[in-house]
């Protein structure tokens, strides 16, 4: 009986540990997003996940990484990879460079999903040059399936370069029901955006 009170205790404990690593963001004005100039409003609650993918990186989700999640890279310098690299002998990331054009961008996602989460299927469905605070930036669509679970997912994202460190935001999850579910709240995101 003790043991079965002890093991009830650790997983409670353990779960509370788990619901504390993420932080709300509560809808309105958002600064300093990533840890960089990034300020972006948003119109509904999201959760800030305390794991990092690399530095430069922070993902909010509203029902876990897996099933939506919006990416802000802030200000990813020249010689840099957008991720943490996991294996830099065998898989190298590709890196940003200081004089990175904007349909580079789209490319350098791609490459690093590939590398990184063995996507084995990534097609880049459209891209539109647009202004963000008076600064060039590139808005893209894709679509990418990774190897271990076969989901066919799909993303919509912007990215900049300035002053030589790349700037971007992607928003992803699975093309079945959860991409559409948040689109439009992205998108109204993405409107207030400022790098």
């Keep these: 009986m003790k043991n079965a009170f002890a093991a009830v205790c650790a997983v409670s404990l353990l779960s509370a540990g788990a619901a504390s690593a993420n932080s709300l ?14 300020a972006t409003t948003s119109t509904g609650e999201w959760n800030k996940l305390s794991r990092t ?7 909010w989700t509203r029902d876990g ?13 020249g010689g840099l990879p957008i991720y943490r690299e996991r294996n830099k002998k065998e898989a190298p990331l590709p890196k940003v460079t200081a004089n990175m054009l904007l349909p580079d961008i789209p ?5 690093t999903y590939r590398s990184q989460y063995q996507v084995n299927k990534f097609s880049l469905e459209s891209q539109d040059i647009v202004t963000i605070e008076g600064k060039q930036a590139i808005r893209f669509t894709y679509s990418f399936v990774r190897s271990d679970d076969e989901v066919e997912r799909k993303g919509e994202a912007i990215g900049s370069i300035v002053k030589g460190k ?3 935001v ?25 790098f």
């Design 53 to 59: 993918e690399g530095p430069g990186v922070e993902v």
């Design 65 to 77: 990484d897996s099933l939506n999640k919006v990416s802000f890279f802030g200000g990813i310098g």
């Design 25 to 38: 963001v509560a809808p309105g004005a958002h600064s300093g997003v990533a840890k960089s100039s990034i």
């Design 166 to 168: 790349l700037f971007m």
């Design 170 to 194: 992607t928003y992803e999850a699975p093309a079945i029901y959860f991409f559409d579910k948040d689109l439009q709240d992205f998108r109204k995101m993405a409107e207030t955006l400022k």
């Design 107 to 111: 490319v350098l996602l791609e490459s």
